[in-house]
């Protein structure tokens, strides 16, 4: 396996190991008191961003073992763009992994403005500022990101 290719897919791990902490915290109240956080403190819109980068990693890990390297500007697009192209519009990947890597980008433009220009992007959950409204989202994320790292990680590492 490619060196990067490694250090991509380790990145796109610590990425959900991160989520899944910052989801337990925000989800433990002794764990909050632990860190002399307040008790409405929560973390979820960043577990969707560690998750979504998760997925964008490990995005990059899969195309370097087509030799494709993207990079700024519009990094998030080129590789979302590159992904699709060499790994589902060809068959090799299922379809599944594509929807799951869109969902991923539209909660993570939607909360971090990844991709600005495309105002199509946002919606729900831009006007919840509430952070506990994105609680689900977030444990979603989280599921996503673990689904889609397990199948590109298999297939990088074969």
């Not at 433009?109 to 506990?132: A, V």
Request: aromatic share 12%.
């Amino acid at each position: 396996m490619d060196s990067m290719a490694k250090i991509y897919l380790q990145r796109a791990l610590n990425e959900i190991s991160a989520a899944k902490i910052l989801f337990e915290v925000s989800n433990d109240l002794k764990k909050k008191q632990l860190f002399q956080l307040e008790e409405e403190t929560t973390f979820y819109s960043s577990v969707i961003s560690h998750a979504y980068y998760s997925i964008f990693y490990s995005a990059k890990a899969i195309l370097l073992t087509k030799g494709i390297k993207t990079s700024t500007p519009e990094i998030h697009k080129q590789t979302f763009e590159a992904f699709k192209k060499e790994f589902i519009d060809n068959g090799f990947l299922d379809v599944e992994l594509l929807n799951i890597y869109k969902k991923m980008i539209i909660r993570a433009d939607e909360l971090l403005q990844i991709f600005r220009d495309e105002k199509w992007k946002r919606g729900h959950y831009t006007y919840q500022t509430i952070p506990q409204a994105n609680q689900k989202p977030s444990e979603d994320s989280i599921q996503n990101a673990i689904f889609f790292v397990k199948h590109i990680k298999a297939i990088v590492e074969k």
